[in-house]
């Protein structure tokens, strides 16, 4: 494949505002930005209604759901389909799935939808595991975005990785500046009710660090339908918008990443990028970003004493996070660009 400009299609399961769909908007404006032609097609739903009736159910949500995807600026196509069904997908020179769902539909594409590749952001066993484990053996090209994630894949299903994408930041939106050395007194925490994003861990670090600084306050960030109830210590900054995360960050002097398992780890490096000094868990890509003791302090998943340490005001003023990842975590930042 030699042309200079491509057609791609990224194949998105949903739009929501997570990690995950927002690192696929970023992959398909990069794509854009780099000349190709990329359609960003996203469905009414993954799983078709029967008898046609996607279609139709497509006439009436399609136009609701545009008016939902306004909180990113696309630079590329917005296809909003019935569904992933090869009929509904353009052709192309390339198909990204990026989701096991979307690898299972990609598997049956014809070769007028291109070489078929998969961008694989997590190994997505926690539901639906059997299913999720054979799509990484399916004849598609394997893009992992960092090296514990090929591990995964090789080590449990014994799958090989094409090509390794690390993610990056866009320095436009996280552009803080560096800050003095002060005890941090305001912490930052991701809020999310599952188990694996470690929000139990670190609520109890925080609180056991509180015990001898009862001065500390938290802000929580999420997306929720129903606030949760918290300490009051604890000020909740729910269903921000995506525009308005990065002030979140610069709000607080310091930022508690406690994640039992990620496939990246986006807050820790999104904190940095806003001048937060950052205790993160070793998870996913974060050895990409988070040099414990130089860039950030960098503790095991569980590892509750760890957070705890980490979470005091003597124990952020070590050097300013955000010098050292400018130096050594931002030079490879670059936005998942890199052609397939």
Same mark, same amino acid.
């Given at each position: ?25 970023? %992959? ?19 799983? &078709?209604? &029967?008898?046609?009736?996607?279609? *139709?159910?497509?006439?009436?949500? #399609?136009?609701? %759901? ?8 696309? +630079? ?30 990609? #598997? ?7 070489? +078929? #590749? ?34 995964? %894949?090789s080590s449990r299903f ?12 866009d320095l436009a939106l ?39 600084? &009862? ?27 995506? #525009?308005?995360?990065?002030? *979140? ?16 780890g986006l807050p820790p ?31 095991? &998943?569980?590892?509750?004493?760890? %957070? ?31 052609? *397939?």
């Amino acid at each position: 494949m030699t042309r200079d400009r491509l057609r791609i299609s990224v194949l998105f399961p949903f739009l929501r505002l997570t990690g995950g769909s927002k690192v696929l908007v970023d %992959l398909a404006n990069g794509l854009a930005d780099r000349g190709h032609q990329v359609s960003g097609v996203v469905p009414v739903r993954l799983k &078709p209604l &029967p008898l046609g009736l996607g279609a *139709v159910e497509w006439l009436w949500r #399609a136009p609701w %759901l545009r008016r939902k995807y306004r909180w990113f600026t696309p +630079r590329f196509q917005l296809r909003v389909v019935p569904s992933l069904r090869p009929r509904w997908v353009p052709d192309a020179d390339v198909a990204i799935a990026s989701s096991w769902q979307t690898a299972e539909l990609a #598997a049956s594409y014809s070769s007028r939808h291109g070489v +078929r #590749a998969y961008f694989i952001q997590d190994v997505e066993t926690d539901q639906d595991g059997s299913r999720a484990a054979a799509t990484y053996s399916l004849p598609l090209a394997r893009i992992a975005t960092c090296p514990w994630i090929a591990g995964e %894949l090789s080590s449990r299903f014994g799958a090989s990785v094409d090509a390794m994408v690390p993610l990056g930041l866009d320095l436009a939106l996280y552009d803080g500046r560096p800050r003095k050395q002060i005890p941090a007194r305001r912490f930052g925490m991701l809020y999310s009710a599952s188990e694996r994003k470690g929000f139990v861990d670190g609520l109890e670090a925080f609180t056991r660090a509180r015990s001898t600084h &009862p001065d500390m306050r938290l802000v929580v960030l999420g997306r929720v339908k129903r606030p949760p109830v918290l300490p009051d210590f604890v000020e909740g900054r729910w269903n921000v918008d995506p #525009a308005d995360v990065p002030a *979140v960050y610069a709000g607080t002097d310091a930022w508690i990443c406690p994640s039992r398992s990620e496939g990246w780890g986006l807050p820790p490096m999104e904190a940095m990028g806003m001048g937060c000094a950052v205790v993160t868990t070793r998870v996913g890509g974060t050895p990409y970003f988070a040099e414990d003791g130089v860039t950030a302090l960098v503790c095991e &998943p569980g590892d509750i004493v760890g %957070l705890q340490r980490g979470s005091t005001p003597r124990s952020t003023g070590w050097k300013s996070s955000w010098s050292g990842w400018r130096g050594k975590g931002g030079e490879r930042s670059q936005l998942p660009t890199k052609e *397939v």
